[in-house]
Structure formats: structure tokens, C-alpha cells
């Protein structure tokens, strides 16, 4: 089993910056595929950024690109998403997710994918 805990979230305005960070525990450490996803309101939750084993090769949704960066601490367990030049569709409730069967290739899109989920943290942006 694996327990994430998200923490970071919270309310700014639209330019601004957050860091979301998203601690693993149990019986492996985060040398898994790890990914954020978030939630909007009335709509489904989507991919954000995802980070491979090993490596740690970045992929982003093309919504996020040059704004939000994935990174990994392996000492620390931790991944972390920095998020610059927040917008108000960025507003969504974020959960990180780890992916205990993929080995080699890009993290999966598709959170049917993603075993172990964080409870989510929200970020809400304002205009």
C-alpha cells in the first residue's frame, strides 16, 4: 500500500504562483510513475503532469505547459508541482496519484492507470 498526503493548495490571484507538494508513504517510495490530476466544478478529472520512474522524464498537458513544473525529492519521498502564472480555470481541486504498474514510457493520461490517490488539495484562482 502507498498513502499520499497533498498539502499546498490554497486561494490566490490570477498571476499568481502556488507549490503543491504531495507526500508518499508505506511500502514503497515514490520510484513509482507519479502524477497530478485536478478537478474543476462539473467536470471531469483530467491529467495534468505526470513524472516516469527511474529517470524522472516530465510530461505535461498542453494547458499547462511553461506555467506548471512537475519534480520528485526521492530522499523526501515527495513530488511537487510548482504552479506560476495561475489563471481562474487553473481552480480545481488537485490530487496526486501514483501508477504501481507502469514501468518503462511516459505516465499514463488515464487515471484508470493510477492505484493510489492523495485526498486532494484545492487551488482556487481569482480574476
Known amino acids: 500500500q502507498v498513502q499520499l498526503v497533498e498539502s499546498g493548495g490554497g486561494s490566490v490571484q490570477a498571476g499568481g504562483s502556488l507549490r503543491l507538494s504531495c507526500a508518499a508513504s508505506?511500502?514503497?517510495?515514490?520510484?513509482?510513475?507519479m502524477g497530478w490530476f485536478r478537478q474543476a466544478p462539473g467536470k471531469e478529472r483530467e491529467f495534468v503532469a505526470g513524472?516516469?520512474?527511474?529517470?524522472?522524464?516530465?510530461y505535461y498537458a498542453d494547458s499547462v505547459k511553461g506555467r506548471l513544473t512537475i519534480s520528485k525529492d526521492n530522499a523526501k519521498n515527495t513530488i511537487y508541482l510548482q504552479m506560476n502564472s495561475l489563471k481562474p480555470k487553473d481552480t480545481a481541486l488537485y490530487y496526486c496519484?501514483?501508477?504501481?504498474?507502469?514501468?518503462?514510457?511516459?505516465?499514463?493520461?488515464?487515471?484508470?492507470?493510477?492505484?493510489?490517490w492523495g485526498q486532494g488539495t484545492q487551488v482556487t484562482v481569482s480574476s
Open positions: 496519484a501514483a501508477d504501481p504498474t507502469t514501468i518503462w514510457g511516459p505516465p499514463k493520461r488515464s487515471e484508470d492507470y493510477y492505484k493510489y
Open positions: 513524472v516516469t520512474r527511474g529517470s524522472g522524464n516530465t
Open positions: 508505506g511500502r514503497t517510495s515514490i520510484n513509482l510513475v
